[in-house]
């Protein structure tokens, strides 16, 4: 039996002849103008079987996930860091605060007592006069 197969996308046409009835059976029951795969012609009509993968750049492997945990790792560490750095910095600016309350506690302290040695010194001075 004579087939004519036409690709309507392109326009071209093919006329086959198909020994084997097996092989059209599923060609009895169609209409004209019906999109048949011609897999039941045989071997020769199969498609090379197609594939649907994923880009490289999406494709989820072991590197890219020991790659991610990493980068997690790092920034972990980091924030930790900054955070001991921090609390180390705010102890040693206490101190220095302290410190530096201290120190102008002594000087005020220091003139207080200047000015009262003055003041006694000048006051017993004007009582001898």
């Not at 059209?24 to 649907?52: N, Q």
């Not at 102890?91 to 530096?100: G, H, N, V």
Request: glycine residues 2%; charged residues 45%; contains cysteine.
């Amino acid at each position: 039996m004579k087939l004519n197969i036409s690709f309507p996308a392109t326009g071209c046409q093919k006329l086959i002849e198909v020994d084997d009835e097996r092989k059209l059976r599923t060609f009895y029951e169609k209409r004209m103008a019906t999109e048949v795969a011609a897999d039941a012609l045989g071997e020769e009509w199969k498609k090379k079987p197609r594939t649907k993968a994923p880009k490289i750049q999406r494709l989820v492997t072991p590197r890219v996930l020991q790659h991610k945990r990493r980068r997690i790792a790092l920034k972990k560490q980091r924030t930790k860091k900054n955070k001991e750095e921090a609390a180390e910095y705010a102890k040693l600016l206490a101190k220095r605060m302290k410190e530096a309350k201290e120190k102008r506690q002594e000087q005020i302290a220091k003139r207080r007592r200047l000015s009262s040695l003055r003041a006694s010194t000048s006051k017993s001075e004007s009582s001898q006069k």
